[in-house]
């Protein structure tokens, strides 16, 4: 299967955000990564609803919206009208995670769970059934161009084989450090979904850096 290419808004040039929404549009990416940071949950924050209606305005590609917020319960219903069409909400924040995610499938849309580095895969047993997607942290939440954490590896191993036996048809996010020399390997082994800020961001020409992932992933389907 094609792996699903979400570039981060994060490390976007807020500048010149309508510009690189629309170099997203035309790029081959297939989802708009969008990291919402509150600088209570993670020492960060980000932006929020403004930049929001200008994704909303501008963008043609679902917004894979991930809340690094506490009590994101408060505000499923304006980030869906703010233009969500998935919405990942963290493990860590959610004391009534069940509720939550049915809250979230309440108004339509796609729910997700994340868990950062240090939280077992083991946890979500008993949610995993009720997802659409599992987002792995492969750092540590809460800024862009961070180091991918190896064990990463062993967590989206664990976390494919807990899919299959909860029979679940949750698919898989990588979040952290992916770049063009580790994202072919993340996708042989089971990641369906990765997030690239910086390596796209970053780079002389993200429109073209876009395209090398697809390609490489192309590639790497042909030989799988
Ligand atoms: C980290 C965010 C990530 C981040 C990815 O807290 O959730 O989505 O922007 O950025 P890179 O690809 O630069 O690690
Ligand atoms: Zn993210």
């Not at 009720?130 to 064990?151: T, W």
């Not at 664990?158 to 072919?184: F, K, M, P, Y």
């Amino acid at each position: 299967m094609a792996v699903i290419l979400a570039p981060s808004i994060l490390s976007a040039d807020f500048g010149n955000l309508q510009r690189d929404i629309e170099m997203l549009n035309r790029s081959q990416a297939d989802w708009i990564h969008v990291d919402i940071m509150d600088g209570r949950f993670v020492p960060n924050i980000s932006f929020g609803f403004p930049v929001m209606q200008v994704l909303k305005q501008h963008a043609k590609k679902p917004l894979d919206v991930h809340l690094m917020i506490v009590e994101p319960e408060k505000y499923i219903e304006r980030f869906v009208e703010a233009g969500a069409s998935i919405i990942t909400v963290h493990y860590e924040t959610c004391p009534h995670l069940h509720r939550t995610i049915q809250q979230i499938h309440e108004t339509g849309i796609k729910a997700g769970v994340s868990i950062n580095p240090h939280t077992p895969i083991s946890l979500l047993k008993n949610i995993v059934p009720h997802l659409d997607l599992v987002l792995l942290m492969s750092v540590n939440p809460g800024f862009a161009a961070q180091k991918f954490i190896p064990e990463t590896h062993h967590k989206l191993q664990e976390l494919r084989h807990l899919i299959q036996e909860q029979n679940s048809q949750a698919r898989i996010e990588l979040d952290g450090g992916v770049n063009l020399e580790n994202a072919a390997d993340l996708a042989a082994s089971g990641a369906d979904i990765l997030v690239a800020g910086n390596a796209i961001f970053s780079s002389s020409d993200p429109e073209a850096t876009i395209a090398a992932f697809k390609k490489a992933d192309r590639e790497r389907s042909h030989i799988v």
